[in-house]
């Protein structure tokens, strides 16, 4: 069953949160993911929800997301972005 990253971020320092897309890619690629919305124009049709930037990756398992998620090459990803961005971010399994 696919899962979805849902990721709110906030991007404080446009030159470092480069390196930290740079290696999120590669990770998202070499554990199965693939990007269905990154950045674009978002409309909140009810509630207050204006997300700063919005991204969503979809996994064909929760079990892969966990797995890239907890992986070394998104660590060193994570590790970059500490001081660039701040993120709210969603692991949901789909149907």
Do not use: H
């Amino acid at each position: 069953m696919a899962a979805y990253l849902v990721v709110d971020s906030k991007v404080k320092d446009l030159q470092k949160i480069l390196k930290y897309r740079e290696l999120a890619q590669q990770a998202v690629s070499q554990y199965g993911g693939r990007y269905l919305a990154r950045g674009g124009a978002c409309t909140a049709l009810e509630g207050n929800w204006q997300p700063e930037r919005l991204v969503i990756v979809e996994f064909p398992s929760s079990e892969l997301a966990r797995q890239f998620y907890d992986s070394p090459e998104y660590l060193a990803a994570r590790e970059a972005r500490a001081a660039a961005a701040d993120f709210d971010m969603l692991l949901v399994e789909g149907t």
